[in-house]
């Protein structure tokens, strides 16, 4: 199981990037997948999501992103999508592709679905600077 | 912004026993599951936890986990020199509808 992402660079303030990801043994259109970045010495913050064709593919996105960023994904080519418009210095960061799976499990004989991150990319940095 | 909150740090000896808190609300680790991740210095983050206790194949049984109510926490026993890392807790938040992270917590081993 692997994960690639690609893309990442140097780009000035307001201007665009795409990043890409990769992956690999497993199957991919079973798997939501999500986008998480982190800031130099900061934090893990989640960027957004992209559900599965079950699902129809809806994503969701953190409101630090809404309207700037956009996540897609192609099943045939096992890889996922962040393009990033109108880049500020604040979207400074390492960003990760990372896999989420679905499992289930019981609780008081109650049987419940739960999703959870995991597997992670090595991630690749985007910088915005003048 | 951080909706989980950990302690910035925490540290113990060779053998001893962490404990690394991660307190929420009702909208995330009160309803839906918590995960927790290691990242090692330099290194992308890895899943240590999931499902509030399970261990995925490969983590060590020193390892363990607990949910109650809008608080989890994660013990490392019998701390190694190889467990210094950076730990984190998440959860998916019914409000916001997004995950939410910790803020972090620093595990040093003295």
């Known amino acids: 199981v692997q994960l690639l992402e690609s893309g990442g660079g140097l780009v000035q303030p307001g201007g665009s990037l795409r990043l890409s990801c990769a992956a690999s043994?497993?199957?991919?259109?079973?798997?939501?997948m999500n986008w998480v970045r982190q800031a130099p010495g900061r934090g893990l913050e989640w960027v957004g999501r992209s559900r599965d064709r079950v699902s129809s593919f809806t994503t969701s996105y953190a409101a630090s992103v809404t309207g700037r960023f956009t996540i897609s994904r192609d099943d045939s080519q096992t890889s996922l999508y962040l393009q990033m418009n109108s880049l500020n210095t604040e979207d400074t960061a390492v960003y990760y592709c990372v896999r989420e799976s679905k499992d289930y499990g019981t609780s008081s004989g109650y049987r419940y679905s739960y999703y959870y991150m995991d597997v992670w990319g090595k991630g690749t940095t985007v910088t915005v600077s003048s | 912004q951080s909706v989980l909150t950990q302690p910035p740090s925490a540290s113990g000896t060779p053998g001893q026993r962490v404990t690394i808190s991660c307190s929420g609300g009702s909208s995330n680790i009160g309803t839906n599951t918590v995960s927790w991740h290691q990242q090692l210095p330099g290194a992308a983050p890895k899943l240590l936890i999931y499902?509030?206790?399970q261990r995925p194949s490969g983590v060590p049984a020193r390892f363990s986990a607990s949910k109650s109510g809008t608080s989890a926490s994660l013990a490392i026993s019998g701390l190694q020199s190889e467990d210094e890392a950076d730990y984190y807790c998440a959860a998916w938040d019914d409000s916001l509808i997004a995950y939410v992270f910790g803020t972090g917590t620093k595990v040093t081993v003295l």
């Open positions: 043994g497993f199957t991919f259109s079973d798997h939501y």
């Open positions: 499902n509030n206790n």
